[in-house]
């Protein structure tokens, strides 16, 4: 599945990486991939992933 960030909807509250690794943050808190500076990445179908995006209260997170 491919997952988008919005970096600019993202008000670091750390939610994301409590359900999945796929996602890390930049020194500000900033959301991020963990295997990439893209905002765009390619991801094997996981729920713990789709479950991050789903959570995410600002929808910074955006799965196609
Ligand atoms: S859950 Fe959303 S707002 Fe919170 S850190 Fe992750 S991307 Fe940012």
Not at 16 to 39: M, N, P, R
Request: proline share 5%; hydrophobic share 40%.
């Amino acid at each position: 599945m491919k997952v988008s960030l919005i970096p600019e909807r993202c008000i670091a509250c750390g939610l994301c990486q409590t359900y999945s690794d796929v996602f890390d943050y930049h020194d500000d808190g900033i959301v991020k991939f963990a295997h990439t500076e893209d905002l765009t990445a390619e991801l094997p179908d996981d729920k713990d992933t789709l479950l991050a995006v789903k959570s995410c209260p600002t929808k910074a997170l955006i799965v196609d």
